[in-house]
């Protein structure tokens, strides 16, 4: 790999951090014009495509990636992410359980598993899986609000509140934990409910890519039901 490609990738990292994906995308694919195979790049043009919303196109990317490494569990999670995200919640599952066949503790997989057992109305299933990932990640968001939501819906509003209330207490200006409050919502059909969450995202950071993807997501799937 070339010096050049080398600072490029500095450069990216350091666009990603800053929430500047856009920037980002256009460096990668400055790099892909050189080295069209390039996996580092084309894995991380995947991740960016995720953070956008593109997640047509970052199954396309997948998929072409895991013709030559067909047991890449960075890119067989991506995949089954972008699958769940689109509600074609069994293949999801397909390539998650994958995943977990070749590393049974991987916490990616067994977030995202968790993730689809919730929209397949498996929820006892759900939480007992979320309790065992709560023994050894106590305060970890994406896991607490999955419980919560799973709590939610078999009607244990007691239980699930206080969940809730400590994926808050934890850090109140991530603005990464907004967002996937933001999403998470989404997910569960409440759309309108997440608004105030990437609104707060925009007040702490107005460019935040991520925040206006949600924002955005929010309106197409009200305009689909004014249709």
């Known amino acids: ?6 600072s490029k ?22 790099i892909l014009k ?29 998929n072409k990636l895991l013709e030559s490494n067909p047991d890449d569990i960075e890119i067989l999670c991506r995949k089954s992410l972008s699958l769940e995200i689109l509600g074609k919640y069994s293949e999801a599952l397909e390539y998650v359980d994958r995943v977990l066949k070749m590393e049974p503790d991987n916490l990616m997989g ?7 057992f919730l929209h397949l109305g498996k929820y006892e299933q759900c939480i007992e899986l979320m309790n065992k ?14 419980k919560a939501m799973c ?4 009607g244990k509003h007691f239980d699930y509140i206080p969940i809730y209330e400590k994926a808050l207490k934890v850090d109140k200006k991530n603005i990464e934990m907004f967002c996937s409050i933001g999403f998470h919502i989404i997910q569960l059909g409440g759309h309108k409910n997440a608004i ?22 929010i309106n197409y799937l009200k305009n689909k039901e004014n249709f």
């Open 1 to 6: 790999m070339s010096n050049n490609i080398n």
């Open 9 to 30: 990738f500095l450069e990216i990292e350091i666009l990603y951090n800053a929430k500047k994906q856009l920037d980002a995308l256009s460096l990668l694919d400055d």
């Open 34 to 62: 050189m080295e069209p195979d390039n996996l580092m790049g084309l894995r991380n043009k995947g991740i960016i495509f995720l953070h956008l919303g593109k997640y047509e196109q970052c199954i396309e990317l997948m």
């Open 110 to 116: 067994l977030r995202n598993k968790g993730i689809i």
């Open 133 to 146: 990932l709560l023994e050894s990640n106590p305060d970890d968001i994406e896991i607490l609000l999955t």
């Open 151 to 154: 709590l939610e819906m078999t």
């Open 196 to 217: 105030p969450y990437f609104d707060r995202v925009l007040k702490m950071e107005p460019d935040n890519e991520v925040a206006k993807n949600g924002l955005k997501c």
